[in-house]
Structures are given as structure tokens and as C-alpha cells.
């Protein structure tokens, strides 16, 4: 079974950038979509970007593109969402999830996700 845990959140100001980090727990990662969820108090959980693990492919939620990137260490088994540029709008739990999204399903659903980290704390002063 694998297992994920985010880190490298905490409290930033606006402007400032963050890397946060999954680590996943796993024989092989292979089978996986590794995507990045946020989560504000009294919202929805919205889909952030996701990539595939076997392919290095990924894809971003249109707030996302510009200042959101997903990478990937193989030799870690660690997948990382790089945010540039820090708005208050941005604060929010963020949570790593994966799970095997068939390649012409929807993968920016939250119930397509089997597996969830604990999540890490961003919060963005002004």
C-alpha cells in the first residue's frame, strides 16, 4: 500500500515562494497519478495539478499555470508542487493524493484518489 507524506509548508508572506514536498512510501509508483490538492476553510477541496508518474506528464487547474510546478525525484519517490509568487489567496492545506487514473479519465476529481497525505499548511500574510 502506498503511503504519502506532504511537508515544507508554513507561514510566508505575499511574495515569498515555497516548495512543498510528497513522499511516498511504495515498491513501485509506477501504476500512479500523483496529484496536488488545497483545501481553504469552508471551501471545496480544489484540484491544484497532478502528475503522472510513469511519464513525467503533468497538468495544472487554470489558477495554477504560471506559478505552480509539479516535479518529480525518482531516486526519492518524492513529488514536489513549486509555488512562485505567494497570495493570500493561496493559504489552504494542501494534500498530496494518488491513485490509478486511467489515462482518459478525469484526473482532477477528488474521487479519483484512493490514497491521501495529512496534509501541510500554507499561510500567506499580507
Known amino acids: 500500500q502506498v503511503q504519502l507524506a506532504e511537508s515544507g509548508g508554513g507561514l510566508v508572506q505575499v511574495g515569498d515562494s515555497l516548495r512543498l514536498s510528497c513522499a511516498a512510501s511504495a515498491r513501485t509508483l509506477s501504476p500512479y497519478v500523483i496529484a496536488w490538492f488545497r483545501q481553504a476553510p469552508g471551501e471545496e477541496r480544489d484540484f491544484v495539478g497532478a502528475?503522472?508518474?510513469?511519464?513525467?506528464?503533468?497538468v495544472y487547474s487554470e489558477f495554477a499555470k504560471g506559478r505552480f510546478t509539479i516535479t518529480k525525484d525518482n531516486a526519492k519517490n518524492t513529488v514536489y508542487l513549486q509555488i512562485w509568487s505567494l497570495k493570500p489567496e493561496d493559504t489552504a492545506v494542501y494534500y498530496c493524493?494518488?491513485?490509478?487514473?486511467?489515462?482518459?479519465?478525469?484526473?482532477?476529481?477528488?474521487?479519483?484518489?484512493?490514497?491521501w497525505g495529512q496534509g501541510t499548511q500554507v499561510t500567506v500574510s499580507s
Open positions: 493524493a494518488a491513485g490509478q487514473v486511467g489515462y482518459y479519465d478525469d484526473l482532477n476529481l477528488p474521487s479519483q484518489y484512493d490514497i
Open positions: 502528475i503522472r508518474w510513469s511519464s513525467g506528464g503533468t
